[in-house]
């Protein structure tokens, strides 16, 4: 099986190329779960951004299994939202490694609401648990099905390896999110992040950047090295022609890629000090 872990590496590896430059944050969660489906040994898979419980939460489709989780109604999908058994066992503080239903409940598995509503309507009978890392609602993240067998240890581990990859593309959906909120006054904010030949990971960079980061703070943010920071600041500076980060986000804003800060409230527009008034200094 080792050249097959070779292989799902590989594809890990090119799935965050891929996600690292899919400038439209909606694509990037039905991207990871059409891939993890088949590298995880899967047949269908769900993921979830939010709390979930029995009555809310969002239930994201890999795009396989739009047709057949579509056919379950409210009652089944409350089951599905319950995550058992692994929202008790992430609760309870046992880590966030991907784990099975079979291991984790073994014969109540089998016995359980959950499995009953997965066998009589999907005719699917395992379970694995992929979470984020580092995350506080217990099962964030995806829920991977098949039939038959349960997911073998070398399946396990492709999935703990995705768990990195899950993260990151998480943290930059957020961003992506962020960015288009804080730029949606600005006259066409993708085009010009288009005209400037800026990646959507250089387009998080620059919004962190203007919160005034540093490299290391950046890198924490996003999960990768400050060196990995540094390069992709290089590369901001060189496309918008700057040298420092103050002109860099000075630049950046004039140019609509990220949000200016509100004007102080005793400025009119031009920067002019209205009549009588003072700076900070009393002046």
């Not at 409350?78 to 409940?105: D, K, M, Q």
């Not at 995705?162 to 730029?183: G, H, I």
């Amino acid at each position: 099986m080792l050249h097959g872990l070779d292989r799902a590496y590989e594809r890990l590896t090119e799935l965050a190329v891929a996600a690292l430059h899919e400038r439209e944050p909606d694509r990037l969660w039905p991207l990871l779960a059409d891939a993890l489906t088949g590298l995880c040994g899967g047949e269908t898979l769900i993921y979830k951004l939010d709390d979930w419980s029995e009555g809310k939460g969002t239930l994201g489709l890999a795009p396989a299994a739009a047709v057949e989780l579509g056919r379950l109604d409210d009652e089944a999908l409350s089951v599905l939202r319950s995550g058992y058994p692994f929202a008790h066992h992430y609760a309870a503080g046992l880590g966030r490694s991907p784990v099975t239903a079979r291991r984790i409940a073994d014969r109540a598995w089998s016995a359980s609401e959950t499995a009953r509503v997965l066998g009589n309507a999907l005719d699917l009978d395992q379970v694995l648990a992929l979470p984020l890392p580092g995350t506080v609602a217990p099962i964030t993240g995806c829920l991977v099905y098949r039939s038959g067998a349960d997911f073998t240890d070398d399946q396990v581990r492709i999935a703990e390896r995705a768990q990195p990859l899950l993260a990151a593309v998480e943290q930059q959906r957020q961003l992506l999110e962020q960015w288009r909120r804080l730029s949606a006054a600005a006259d066409a904010p993708e085009e010009r992040a288009a005209d400037c030949a800026l990646t959507p990971r250089e387009l998080t960079v620059l919004l962190l950047l203007t919160d005034a980061l540093t490299a290391d703070a950046i890198g924490r943010r996003l999960g990768i090295s400050a060196r990995t920071v540094h390069k992709h600041i290089e590369n901001i500076y060189r496309k918008l022609g700057t040298r420092d980060r103050l002109g860099t986000v000075l630049h950046a804003q004039r140019l609509g890629l990220v949000p200016a800060p509100d004007r102080p409230p005793d400025r009119p527009p031009g920067g002019r000090r209205r009549a009588g008034g003072g700076d900070h200094n009393g002046r």
